[in-house]
């Protein structure tokens, strides 16, 4: 088991904006950021995960290529999304906000360019929860938060629920 922590709702990490990697000079440390963040994913069956929750402000991000059409692709380094077509509206939660299941409206397809672990940079175009996908997991890059994108009314009635989250996991992080 991984000595890294996940980091929950009201760590300070969630919202730094993340710099980006040079995958050349810091190939070791992306390569065990990587197998930790994969781990984490797995034991906590997650659709996505980006490098913030696991600790760390670098812009990364990974999707479990088992629940999401991604055409072989599931690490995205210094990743770039733009978004198109109409808003759609889905059910979203976040390994970081345990138990809060809310619909959040994103732009129904989404390209993301990004660099694998090789260096090699590749392009996807996505439609659907793929695309819903990488925007969240990208947000997490800019310290945005899928309940930050809910309506106030929705905003408020999960005020209580995102304060309980503070109090129980505090403001650090905690071992996994
Ligand atoms: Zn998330």
Do not use: W
């Not at 995958?23 to 797995?42: N, P």
């Not at 793929?130 to 994108?149: C, K, Y």
């Not at 408020?156 to 309980?164: C, T, Y």
Request: glycine share 6%.
């Amino acid at each position: 088991m991984s000595s890294r922590k996940l980091e929950y709702y009201g760590s300070s990490i969630l919202r730094n904006r993340s710099r980006k990697i040079d995958i050349s000079s810091e190939r070791d440390f992306i390569h065990s950021l990587l197998l930790d963040m994969l781990e984490v994913l797995k034991l906590q069956k997650g659709l996505g995960l980006a490098a913030p929750q696991a600790g760390e402000n670098v812009r990364v991000f990974i999707l479990n290529p088992e629940e999401l059409n991604l055409k072989g692709h599931s690490v995205f380094i210094n990743p770039s999304v733009t978004t198109s077509g109409p808003l759609d509206k889905d059910e979203e939660g976040c390994l970081s906000i345990p138990g809060i299941f809310e619909y959040v409206r994103r732009p129904f397809s989404a390209a993301v360019t990004a660099y694998d672990l090789s260096g090699e940079q590749f392009t996807l175009e996505l439609d659907d929860y793929a695309a819903r996908a990488v925007q969240h997991e990208n947000d997490h890059l800019d310290g945005i938060l899928f309940v930050d994108r809910l309506t106030p009314i929705r905003k408020r009635l999960i005020k209580k629920q995102l304060s309980e989250i503070k109090r129980e996991y505090g403001p650090d992080s905690r071992i996994l």
